[in-house]
């Protein structure tokens, strides 16, 4: 057995130090531009204003921007209402809200609920210019403005400027404390500037100083927290006891065109070209803003805020820029063309730490740098620099326990002096691959290197030079793929992974391979491609970084899978290294994640967070010393302490923008800012308000939440949509109300409240609909009246027919029967002729009793069942008349029974009997009259001869009987047989039609016919 395999693996040294990591990272800024926006990128002032919207005064207007867009103010000859002049030098915001915008044609002022500019008259200085560079307000509210005509101050009765003294030159700058007011003059030459001191209660000088005249170009002034005066010139100026003087080390270099106090004591210098300076303590720091751009243009500062979250906002002739000392405390370090002193090459294939401290970073370019993360300084070695280490593209980097920095490449490996940077090449070790790329390097007790590579796996003792290689045997005395592409330690036993997504592990007590699988329990092998890193878990386990995720592979052989879906920010994981809390850090091909392996949360970090690159390599991942870590990325490096990367929990503050009101004829837009309230008309039913969370490290990543009071039963979560959209809103008061999360999710504290009024239509007014609901009681009452009316006029007809019928056609009728009986009663007669009267006598007196018929039926009086039983009774009494008969009437409650329907219930009753009476033969006859469900049920039963009602089927009779039966919608039964009598039943239903259902009316008339 050969003596690595043989190897007892020990400890890995691995002892790193922290060294540069622990000095002070550069601040990180971000930029804004014309490109993302800006309305020009040479910006003079800077303002946020107490609703949390920034504002720019550039030198193309006034940009209002509230994290995701910019609103554009610009000086319009034909509006009056705009600015006065597009270059905008100063902002001030009063206690009102309203903002008051200095430029070089003069002052506007924009109200607090936005509307147009109110411009403000500025008396010019000789050359006419009206420039106003600075405001200042005291406690009495007078507003004092520093312009090129001197110290001026707002007549406010008047509306316009005026001078405040004799003139002294332009002024430049203003800075107030209680009643004292100080005023930097820039002199009439430019050559020295004045500084006066001004009583603003009484309103005058109350002292003047001549600054040094070799001090020059003073445009600067600011108040700390003990009073004193700091000024611009060289560098910063203190004024103190009648006399300027600079910091004892001379000052920052470089002209001073903006200066601020910081509260926390430091002065904030901006410089002409150099970027910012901040000094504290009589000595000055100074950065460029831009370190990839180190050109003037982008540092040279003109404007400096601070905002009330603590960012620092700078604008320059190249944008605006910004650095939050709250922001995640990622430091970068990157490659920048023609400066030699940046990053050897962008891409960052591989890092390691050497005893010294220093960092090192390597490139598949060949680059190897030494770097300083505190000034972001890189000493090259390697491809690019004066001195080649002769291994080609490094992929990667490894420090022994000895101390010794290794590189592996594409052309063999290589040691590494750290203290000359003088590089010792090993060749066997390129030969015995064939010249294919070292991948990976591990170290076990012995000092022998474990090296990988494209072409397989060797054992290396760098002292006696030997070399062992470990072919694909298939029995367990080499790997299991041909191709290394991860080695890593984990206690005496090694991992080793491979591009195809295989993985072994090395048992140092056997000397044996151990082919690992990465399938799950469904025989799936979720790395179907590439494994990038293995980091083992401690366990017996290990994490593995692939091509489709984490995966993790527990000491059971159980598999986990961790993907997008479980939060991970990118499908490819390059290099996975934990901190000392046992969190596993990732670089993925879409940013850095967190992952805590108990909860399985995931935390994911992008550019907005400060990381710089947005793809990492693999295995290009560092742990310091002291726990920092350092991760190599497709755009350099960057490095964080992981404990120091907490949530923001500041609540962001949240913001109406504007709100779209739609309509068929269009759209109408309204400016948030200040917006009270908002009424819709009643064609505009449609609103979207379009919200911002200000949060401005990372805008994208804010997530809302929104409901309408009155229409929304709850909040509505929009994630990161910010606009909030209604349609179709009915008439009424609302109340919209949206919060806001910034993207660490904490949400703001209180909740934005918008009222919202939406008018109605004239028809959906509350008085409209009342006299609607009036004229329609009044409509129907009016029909109802003329309804009643008309049943009236016709129970009158009604009566008006039966008294006609009963006065005039009965009694004619009656008379003619009486005296038809008379004369047949005289002698004499003969006997055809008594025959003669004796049927006319019958036929007047059928006739009468038809007629009565009529008028029963055509009485109004009678139109119930009540009444119609009644006649029942009657009608069988007289048709029974000398007939054994009993009529039968169970009916236990009333109701309506209209005239139609009675008529044809009495002539099928009269039909039936008339029957019984002439035909049947019978002893008795039996009428029953009773309710039957909804309707009433007639039966005529007769015990005489009966009938086949098949052989008259034809028979006018019944045909009579079925045709009015059919006609009111009732059943007619006829149950007969020869020799056991005959029963007609009628079923008919009761109406319920509204005539039917409708009360009974007392009908004025002076007579009634009487019953007959």
């Known amino acids: 057995m050969s003596v690595c395999s043989a190897l007892r693996l020990a400890s890995l040294g691995g002892a790193l130090l922290a060294g540069a990591a622990d000095a002070q990272a550069p601040e990180t800024w971000t930029r804004l531009s014309v490109a993302d926006g800006l309305a020009h990128n040479s910006v003079y ?74 411009r403000l008259f500025v008396p010019p200085n000789e050359t006419g210019d009206r420039s106003v560079f600075d405001f200042a307000r005291d406690g009495r509210g007078t507003l004092w403005a520093a312009g090129a005509a001197g110290l001026l101050r707002l007549d406010a009765r008047r509306g316009r400027f005026v001078t405040a003294y004799a ?15 100080w005023v930097l003059h820039t002199g009439e030459a430019v050559e020295a500037g004045t500084l006066v001191r001004v009583d603003v209660r009484r309103r005058r000088v109350s002292g003047r100083w001549r600054v040094a005249p070799s001090v020059r170009w003073t445009y600067a002034l600011d108040l700390d927290a003990d009073g004193r005066v700091w000024l611009s010139g060289a560098g910063p100026l203190v004024f103190e ?47 460029l803003v831009d370190r990839d751009r180190p050109d003037w ?179 367990g005395r080499g790997p299991s793929q041909p191709v290394v592409n991860a080695i890593r330690r984990d206690g005496d036993a090694l991992w080793i992974g491979s591009p195809s997504g295989g993985l072994d592990r090395l048992d140092p007590a056997t000397g044996r391979f151990e082919a690992l699988g990465l399938r799950n329990a469904a025989g799936e092998r979720p790395s179907g491609e590439a494994t990038y890193d293995v980091l083992p878990d401690g366990r017996g386990g290990a994490w593995v970084g692939t091509v489709e995720g984490l995966i993790h592979r527990r000491a059971d052989g159980t598999i986990r899978q961790l993907t997008t879906a479980d939060g991970l920010p990118g499908t490819v994981v390059y290099s996975v290294q934990p901190d000392g809390r046992g969190r596993l850090w990732l670089g993925t091909n879409r940013g850095l994640a967190r992952l805590d392996p108990v909860s399985g949360t995931v935390t994911t970090y992008d550019l907005a967070d400060g990381i710089g690159t947005m793809e990492f390599n693999r295995g290009a991942r560092l742990r310091t010393r002291d726990g920092r870590l350092v991760f190599g990325g497709a755009t350099g490096v960057v490095g964080f302490d992981p404990d120091a990367i907490r949530p923001d929990r500041r609540p962001p503050g949240v913001v109406l923008v504007g709100i779209e009101a739609s309509s068929r004829t269009g759209v109408r837009r309204l400016d948030g800012r200040g917006l009270e309230g908002v009424v819709l008309s009643p064609r505009e039913r449609t609103a979207t308000f379009t919200l911002a969370a200000l949060a401005f490290e990372d805008p994208d990543q804010s997530r809302y939440a929104y409901r309408l009071d009155g229409l929304d039963e709850g909040w509505v979560d929009a994630g990161t949509e910010r606009r909030a959209r209604y349609t179709g809103l009915p008439p009424g008061e609302y109340v919209f109300r949206a919060r ?85 009663r005289r002698p004499g007669l003969e ?107 007639l039966a005529v039963e007769d015990d005489g001869v009966g009938f086949d009602p098949e052989a ?61």
Not at 50 to 78: E, I, K
């Open 45 to 118: 002032a800077i303002h946020r204003d107490r609703a949390g919207f920034l504002w720019f005064g550039t030198v193309d207007g006034l940009d209002r921007y509230d994290g995701y867009a910019f609103v554009h103010h610009r000086y319009d000859p034909d509006d009056p209402a705009s600015l006065p002049h597009n270059l905008v030098r100063t902002i001030h915001e009063d206690d009102d809200g309203a903002l008051w915008v200095g430029t070089q044609g003069g002052v506007a002022r924009l109200g607090p609920r936005g509307g147009g500019f109110e």
């Open 167 to 181: 003139r002294s030159g332009p002024a430049a700058a203003l800075g107030l404390r209680g009643d004292t007011l």
């Open 241 to 287: 006891g009648g006399v300027a003087r600079a910091l004892d080390d001379g000052g920052a270099p470089g002209a001073v065109r903006a200066l601020a106090v910081s509260p926390d004591g430091d002065v904030l210098v901006g410089l002409g070209g150099a970027g910012l300076a901040r000094c504290a303590g009589g000595a000055c720091r100074t950065t």
């Open 297 to 475: 243009l982008h540092n040279y500062v003109r404007a400096i805020h601070r905002d009330r979250s603590g960012a620092l906002w700078v604008g320059t002739y190249g944008g605006v820029y910004r650095s939050d000392p709250a922001r995640k405390p990622f430091w970068t370090l990157r490659h920048r063309p023609n400066d030699p002193a940046s990053l050897g090459s962008p891409a960052v294939s591989a890092l390691a730490e050497t005893p010294d401290g220093a960092l090192w970073a390597a490139s598949f370019d060949g680059a190897l740098d030494r770097l300083d993360p505190a000034t972001g300084r890189a000493e090259r070695f390697g491809a690019g620099g004066a001195r080649s280490i002769g291994v080609g593209g490094v992929w990667t980097l490894f420090v022994d326990v000895r101390g010794r920095l290794w590189a592996g490449g594409t052309d063999g490996l290589a040691a590494v002096d750290w203290r000359t940077g003088r590089a010792t090449r090993h060749p066997t070790v390129g030969a015995a691959f064939g010249g294919s790329a070292l991948t990976s390097i591990a170290e076990d007790a012995a000092g022998q290197l474990w090296v990988g590579s494209f072409g397989g796996l060797v054992c290396y003792d760098p002292e006696t030079r030997t070399l062992t290689r470990f072919p694909v045997t298939g029995d």
């Open 740 to 824: 806001a999360a910034n993207h660490d999710g904490t949400w703001s504290e209180a909740a934005l409240a918008v009222p919202v009024r939406v008018e109605p239509w004239v028809w959906e007014t509350t008085w409209f609909r009342a006299l609607a609901i009036a004229l329609a009681v009044g409509l129907v009452a009016l029909a109802y009246r003329a309804r009643v009316a008309r049943l009236l006029a016709v129970e009158r007809l009604r009566l008006r027919i039966a008294g006609d019928l009963h006065d005039d056609l009965s009694s004619d009728l009656s008379g003619i029967a009486l005296a038809t009986d008379l004369l047949g």
């Open 831 to 937: 006997a055809a002729d008594r025959q003669r009267l004796a049927d006319v006598h019958r036929t007047a007196t059928s006739m009468v009793d038809a007629l009565r018929d009529i008028v029963w039926t055509v009485d109004p009086a009678h139109d119930s069942v009540e009444a119609f039983a009644r006649r029942v009774r009657l009608v069988a009494d007289r048709l029974l008349d000398g007939r054994p008969h009993a009529v039968e009437v169970d009916l236990p409650d009333a109701g309506a029974l209209p005239m139609p329907l009675r008529r044809e219930l009495l002539l099928i009753l009269k039909e039936a009997l008339h029957n019984a009476h002439r035909h049947a033969e019978a002893d008795r006859v039996d009428v029953r009259l009773r309710r039957g469900g909804a309707g009433l049920v």
């Open 952 to 1012: 008259v089927a034809g028979g006018h009779g019944l045909r009579s009987l079925r045709t009015r039966a059919e006609r009111i919608g009732g059943t007619l039964s006829v149950d007969s047989a020869p020799g056991r009598g005959t029963r007609v039943r009628l079923a008919v239903p009761l109406p319920r039609s509204r005539e039917a259902r409708a009360p009974r009316w007392s009908v004025p008339w002076r007579r009634r016919p009487p019953t007959p």
